[in-house]
Nanobody, 115 residues
Framework: VQLVESGGGLVQPGGSLRLSCAASGFTVSNYDMSWYRQAPGKERELVATITSVGGITNYVNSVKGRFTISRDNAKNAVSLQMNSLKPEDTAVYYC?????????WGQGTQVTVSS
């Protein structure tokens, strides 16, 4: 089982990035898939989730209207489109897949928002 994130980098405030998470060893459509982030000195925070049943999406208040989580069943992948980025969005972003007792994590990708 593996989750591999990509797409992180350095972007100016107001810019956009698209994170991708490619899964292997399990089917993302059968799992609740989420993006978390962890900034230096802070706890890991749930950013967005897309549910296995119905594809319902949920977001932390601080990113609502700016971030969009989506799932590509054909590619067995999940993405996070991030627009209007702010310096406070700077963090390592992690992909997560969860179903019952199964809980899978990627290695993380750094997002830095700075001028």
């Amino acid at each position: 089982v593996q989750l591999v994130e990509s797409g992180g980098g350095l972007v100016q405030p107001g810019g956009s990035l698209r994170l991708s998470c490619a899964a292997s060893g399990f089917t993302v459509s059968n799992y609740d898939m989420s993006w978390y982030r962890q900034a230096p000195g802070k706890e890991r925070e749930l950013v967005a989730t897309i549910t296995s049943v119905g594809g319902i999406t949920n977001y932390v208040n601080s990113v609502k209207g700016r971030f969009t989580i989506s799932r590509d069943n054909a590619k067995n992948a999940v993405s996070l489109q991030m627009n209007s980025l702010k310096p406070e969005d700077t963090a390592v972003y992690y992909c997560n897949g969860r179903r019952f007792r199964y809980d899978y994590w990627g290695q993380g990708t750094q997002v830095t928002v700075s001028s």
